[in-house]
């Protein structure tokens, strides 16, 4: 969701590492979970005393404090002193240091479509071979990660420009254990699986689903998770890169069809609690309370890593609530365990020996498993001991990117504003309210079609 743009430049920066001793929040060689011999190997090579390296992200608050947990191993391990800021409106920000020609030395961003437009104007150095390889080679679904950080230069060449960081998984969907096994249900490993669960909840007097497309302004975007997710079910992902980027258009069947096997679960007033029509007025962070109503409103809920907010007070994750990987078809073996998901990647935006350091220094375990083994981050590194993190939810989250064999960023967020944040949302409205998938797909594709 894009914010608002008013905050005086004066105002902007937080900076927060200036004076920040590097207090290390695990003794180094203490505990074997970590693997510090990739950190004592990571210091033999870096001296930086004497340099700064300064970062802006978009990291504050409660994660700031924990970005600066893992910048204290790269203080510690190079002499460097490292300055981290951040902005309540970083995306813009960014965008005028760089212009202004006084940009930081590293970047860190979670829009894609920000980080292509600053690669296109040169404001951005490759990150070379060397890194594409390590992707490849350490990263799960390696190739996803190295098209993700792949952007076109100034000069219209693509190379990698960026390093992906701290990721998050949207293709979950959630349930009570309890009501599982009250009711004799088994976690589907296939979407056959789970069409069938949700026909069995309806033929024992149940409602399978809870959904809820409410978000004010907003309202429809989680509609577009389920779409891309089934996207990725149904087709191929150069179909999916095809389609975020307008190369295939909406009314393509392949979209069409993707559209519908997200009404197939919507669309159907025995599937969802209070009805097909409840579906868009129901607000998305009241959606799930469904699942721990009794005797349960609802079994089933789709939704990103960040829903356990809005559980009620209390809800241990793992215990009272918990989820499963929204499985691929049995019947498509070929697009394997495709994840949907967000997350941000590394830039550099000064090219210094500090920030290709920097860049090094996220190759590591290390700069991984401290950061994990606090709270709020996965990561796709092959090479990371699992038992770092810091509970159990989040290791099985941090499973289901290692068996991914694709991963693709959220797409709606790699449209245009006006159609990833406007006629897709919208659209999604029209088509639980009783449109079609072509009337619908038409209409965003005539939105799509207006802005060129």
């Not at 894009?2 to 207090?23: F, Y």
């Not at 980080?115 to 071979?129: R, V």
């Not at 056959?192 to 302004?217: F, H, N, Q, R, Y």
Request: charged residues 20%; aromatic residues 12%; glycine residues 10%.
């Amino acid at each position: 969701m894009k914010r608002s743009l008013v905050m005086g430049v004066a105002a902007l920066a937080l900076m927060a590492g200036a004076a920040h001793g590097a207090e290390l929040k695990f003794k180094p060689g203490e505990d074997a979970k970590f693997n510090w011999a990739s950190y004592e190997e990571f210091k033999k090579g870096h001296d930086l005393k004497g340099q700064t390296l300064t970062i802006f992200g978009p990291w504050r608050g409660e994660d700031q404090t924990l970005v600066e947990s893992v910048l204290d191993y790269f203080r510690d391990a190079t002499g460097a002193e490292v300055k981290y800021s951040s902005s309540e409106n970083y995306e813009q920000q960014i965008v005028i240091d760089t212009q202004a020609g006084s940009p930081p030395d590293v970047a860190v961003l979670p829009q894609p479509g920000l980080i292509a437009d600053l690669a296109s104007k040169g404001y951005l150095t490759p990150l070379g071979e060397e890194t594409q390889k390590w992707l490849l080679e350490n990263y799960a679904a390696g190739q996803s990660w190295v098209d993700l950080s792949t952007y076109k230069g100034k000069d219209g060449t693509a190379a990698l420009y960026a390093f992906p960081y701290k990721i998050d998984v949207k293709s979950l969907v959630w349930y009570v254990p309890e009501n599982f096994e009250d009711a004799g249900y088994e976690v589907p490993k296939t979407m056959e699986d789970l069409k069938a669960l949700t026909e069995k909840i309806v033929a024992d007097g149940g409602t399978p689903w809870c959904i809820g497309l409410g978000s004010g302004g907003a309202t429809g975007w989680p509609a577009t998770d389920w779409v891309e997710d089934m996207m990725l079910r149904t087709q191929p992902a150069d179909a999916y890169d095809k389609w975020v980027t307008n190369a295939m258009p909406f009314t393509d069947a392949a979209v069409t069809g993707a559209i519908d096997e997200f009404g197939w679960f919507s669309k159907n007033d025995k599937f969802v609690a209070g009805g097909a029509a409840a579906v868009s007025s129901t607000d998305f962070r009241d959606s799930p309370k469904g699942l721990f109503s009794s005797p349960p409103k609802c079994y089933l809920h789709h939704q990103a890593s960040f829903v356990p907010s809005f559980f009620p007070e209390g809800t241990v994750v793992g215990e009272d609530a918990d989820f499963f990987y929204m499985p691929p078809y049995a019947s498509k073996p070929d697009l394997g365990n495709p994840v949907l998901g967000a997350g941000t990647l590394a830039m550099i935006t000064k090219d210094t020996p500090a920030s290709r350091a920097f860049i090094a220094f996220l190759q590591t375990p290390i700069a991984h498993e401290v950061w994990m083994a606090q709270s709020s981050f996965l990561t796709p590194l092959k090479t990371v001991n699992q038992d770092a993190y810091a509970n159990g939810p989040m290791k099985k989250q941090g499973e289901i990117l290692l068996n991914a064999t694709t991963f693709r960023f959220d797409g709606s967020d790699l449209m245009p504003g006006k159609i990833g944040a406007g006629a897709f949302w919208t659209g999604m409205i029209d088509y639980v309210g009783g449109k079609s998938s072509a009337d619908v797909a038409a209409g965003i594709q005539k939105s799509w079609d207006a802005i060129k």
